[in-house]
């Protein structure tokens, strides 16, 4: 499980419920806030939409052997 907060509000926007994926161990925003890619304790990587608390993309293998803890272009 993995939950994204505003800021300024200090209020939750979403939760992503990273299970059955594992749990997660790594989340980054794209620039405009609108993408989350998560990384998780069963070597996977998703992408989610943080407005709507979907999966867009994914689970996808990220290649190693364990968790996610890194994700470069």
Known sequence: ??????VATGTEIHRFDTHPDGEAT????SP???WASVGTTKGTV???NVAHGR???GPFDAGGDG???????
Request: glycine letters at 4%.
């Open 67 to 73: 968790p996610v803890y890194g994700l470069f272009d």
């Open 55 to 57: 999966r867009i993309a």
């Open 1 to 6: 499980m993995l939950s994204c907060y505003d």
């Open 32 to 34: 405009d806030a609108k």
């Open 46 to 48: 998703s992408v989610w």
């Open 26 to 29: 790594l989340a980054l925003l």
